[in-house]
């Protein structure tokens, strides 16, 4: 409170046990509770448990009438009590950018399109990486991401490309769960392979 304000969300979030974590037991809700109780009482005006099913306390509340602005369950949102950032109940104006309208994200998954943050290989050399370094945190990601002037270099893939790759992701996870030896049908990717991969992502069903 003394450092940021009383206007920064503070979120409150479960642990819960997995993967090599197993031996660490899960928060208790009644822990996250009475944490977002003490901010609150502090001063905080935007505190919020997570990680749990707890729609009231996960909701935003106007710091002024108190009355419900924005409901959340999980990521679905429902009542919005906004007017252009103004609380529509008492007209206090809220802390944070608000669209007039609720997104529709929701309880969804959505494919991200990785390549459109792909950066250039930068050499090996400490002069041109600190510039590249100081060029993304000054214009941002996407503008270095651009091929340079001349540049001929094809990154793209088709879809048929992407499913291989999408396939080899699937067998890879399987063999790891069921500890069987990786086959791997198309060592080649469908001829992307030898391309230069910075990270990937593959939710699991």
């Given at each position: 409170?003394?450092?940021?304000?009383?206007?920064?969300?503070?979120?409150?979030?479960?642990?819960?046990?997995?993967?090599?974590?197993?031996?660490?037991?899960?928060?208790?809700?009644?822990?996250?509770?009475?944490?977002?109780?003490?901010?609150?009482?502090?001063?905080?005006?935007?505190?919020?448990?997570?990680?749990?099913?707890?729609?009231?306390?996960?909701?935003?509340?106007?710091?002024?009438?108190?009355?419900?602005?924005?409901?959340?369950?999980?990521?679905?949102?429902?009542?919005?009590?906004?007017?252009?950032?103004?609380?529509?109940?008492?007209?206090?104006?809220?802390?944070?950018?608000?669209?007039?309208?609720?997104?529709d994200w929701g309880r969804k998954r959505q494919p991200v399109d990785m390549s459109r943050f792909a950066l250039p290989i930068v050499p090996n050399n400490s002069a041109n990486e600190l510039e590249h370094i100081d060029t993304v945190f000054t214009q941002g990601i996407l503008s270095v991401a651009q091929p340079s002037p001349g540049s001929n270099a094809d990154t793209s893939i088709d879809s048929q490309q992407q499913q291989v790759i999408v396939d080899a992701a699937a067998r890879a996870v399987t063999a790891a769960v069921f500890d069987r030896p990786l086959d791997w049908p198309d060592p080649d990717l469908a001829g992307t392979a030898s391309q230069v991969l910075s990270g990937a992502f593959v939710s699991l069903k």
């Open positions: 409170l003394e450092h940021v304000g009383d206007c920064v969300p503070v979120h409150f979030t479960a642990f819960h046990p997995d993967f090599r974590m197993q031996n660490t037991p899960r928060t208790p809700h009644e822990t996250l509770i009475r944490a977002r109780e003490i901010a609150l009482e502090t001063g905080l005006k935007y505190a919020y448990v997570g990680n749990v099913n707890d729609t009231p306390r996960q909701s935003t509340y106007c710091p002024g009438c108190q009355e419900l602005l924005i409901e959340r369950d999980w990521h679905q949102l429902g009542a919005w009590n906004l007017d252009n950032g103004n609380c529509r109940h008492c007209g206090t104006s809220i802390d944070g950018l608000f669209e007039t309208q609720p997104g």
